[in-house]
């Protein structure tokens, strides 16, 4: 039987062969010394318990503001901006994508920087670095002494059957992943940014995703941060029934907190991940990190933060589900709360967890029932009967093409709608309205079409292949 350093040499090689640096290969080997071990990463429920209180953010006191606008100075904005946006069928950066009123995500988070006088810098992955970095280049006033960007890296898929390298011939660049975005950390220090940021008198650093357009600074926020002296703090929400399958924030016994993604559950404790009454609250991905800390925890661990292993079973070409089966080692950069010492959390409003991931949240943001701020905050417009619950058909409407194709005269007014559902192929004109709880059923197989300036409110409508309102 081959030893542990026969099994990961040619790991090595491949990383070395692709210039990858020694660090990443460092950590990739720590991963894959548990895999061959045995270990899972699953976190069983009889080890955990609920975390049951939490501060609130919104009823934070306002000497925390002044705190924060102290600190603003000494605080820089990172966003993840790694996906490609495939799953609605794009070939570049997510961020690119037109979100409210003509402007895109990357245009928004931007501009949000530069109200806030704050330096943005993005965590690119080879896919999205050049088109985001052209989009970036009409905004001159955000150089400054920081880069604006650094790069995820990419590390092997491992083969399930004999955990060696994986091999796709036909597209060599299926045999790679990327780890996930805990490897953030091990990037700001490849990269050399997270010694620039320090150099650079940067303090505190706020991570979110590039399509979460309600992570904004909030100074309120950053000032208990500061004040609190934490050196990591997790921003969490109330869980619904959508994000009962997300990862949720618990703690060990000794009242360490920690993240448990839904890939680290046992299937036996699915009912228990699940319970949104035991655990409360849901990770929104949006992080707080004392940098100067952060750097003497890299070091003191030779670079290797040790974050919580994920292995996550898929199959070589994703699209492929007979292809080989692989694991791809990851990680996520909220499992740092356990990793910290004193680490922290905070309860955030829903309001601050906005995230873009289907053409349904993109209709809605991009309908009425949202505006954008003078500072560029997307929000709920005033007058709007609430978050709007939007199901469009994945058959017709998952790809953006598709989508926009149906809604080519903009989308419909959603300010007044609780619920909308469209099942079959239907076809939007100008300046229809969406009031209550309303189905649209197309069964006919033939594109149907709503004709301009009609209202629908709490009602279930069966179309032929044409409506034709009663006026």
Not at 132 to 143: I, K, M, V
Not at 212 to 239: K, Q, W
Not at 304 to 315: F, Q, S
Not at 348 to 353: D, L, M, T
Request: hydrophobic share 40%.
């Amino acid at each position: 039987m081959p030893s542990f350093e026969q099994r990961f040499a040619p790991f090595a090689a491949r990383m070395q062969a692709q210039q990858i640096p020694d660090i990443v290969i460092r950590t990739f080997r720590h991963y894959y010394e548990q895999l061959v071990a045995g270990e899972t990463g699953l976190i069983p429920e009889a080890d955990i318990e609920p975390v049951i209180v939490l501060p609130d953010a919104e009823r934070l006191p306002d000497e925390f503001c002044e705190a924060g606008q102290a600190a603003l100075p000494r605080t820089l904005l990172i966003k993840l901006n790694g996906g490609l946006g495939t799953s609605m069928g794009m070939e570049k950066a997510k961020s690119l994508l037109k979100v409210k009123d003509g402007l895109t995500f990357l245009d928004i988070i931007t501009r949000q920087a530069l109200h806030s006088g704050i330096p943005l810098v993005l965590m690119n992955s080879f896919n999205t670095r050049q088109d985001s970095l052209e989009a970036l280049a009409d905004y001159p006033d955000l150089r400054g002494e920081l880069p604006l960007d650094f790069v995820q890296h990419m590390v092997p898929k491992v083969r399930q059957d004999d955990l060696s390298p994986a091999l796709c011939p036909s597209d060599p660049d299926m045999e790679w992943n990327p780890p996930g975005h805990g490897d953030i950390y091990t990037a700001l220090i490849t990269s050399g940014r997270l010694a620039q940021m320090l150099d650079a008198g940067y303090e505190y650093a706020f991570v979110s995703n590039s399509d979460n357009l309600g992570a904004v600074i909030e100074t309120r926020i950053l000032g208990y941060f500061a004040e609190s002296h934490f050196p990591f703090m997790m921003e969490v929400a109330d869980r619904t029934i959508a994000d009962r399958k997300g990862g949720h924030l618990a703690q060990m016994p000794d009242g360490r907190l920690l993240l448990r993604e839904s890939a680290q559950c046992p299937p036996a404790d699915a009912p228990a991940f699940q319970d949104i009454q035991r655990h409360r609250y849901f990770n929104s991905n949006n992080l707080w990190l004392h940098l100067p800390t952060l750097s003497k925890v890299m070091a003191e661990r030779e670079n290797v933060l040790g974050l919580p292993l994920i292995r996550n079973a898929k199959t070589i070409d994703p699209r492929d589900p007979e292809s080989a089966p692989v694991y791809q080692i990851e990680t996520a950069m909220g499992a740092a709360i356990s990793i910290f010492d004193n680490a922290g959390a905070i309860r955030v409003p829903r309001s601050r967890f906005a995230p873009v991931k289907t053409t349904s949240d993109l209709l809605a943001i991009r309908s009425d029932a949202y505006v954008l701020t003078d500072d560029y905050r997307v929000i709920l417009h005033p007058d709007s009967v609430g978050t709007p619950d939007i199901i469009l058909d994945p058959a017709h409407y998952l790809l953006i093409d598709d989508m926009e194709q149906r809604f080519a005269a903009g989308a419909p007014s959603l300010r007044r709608c609780r619920r909308l559902r469209i099942q079959g192929d239907v076809c939007f004109e100008a300046h229809v309205t969406i009031s209550g709880e309303v189905d649209i059923v197309n069964p006919t197989g033939r594109q149907a079409r709503i004709s301009s300036d009609v209202t629908f409110s709490d009602t279930t409508i069966s179309m032929e292949a044409e409506y034709e309102p009663q006026i």
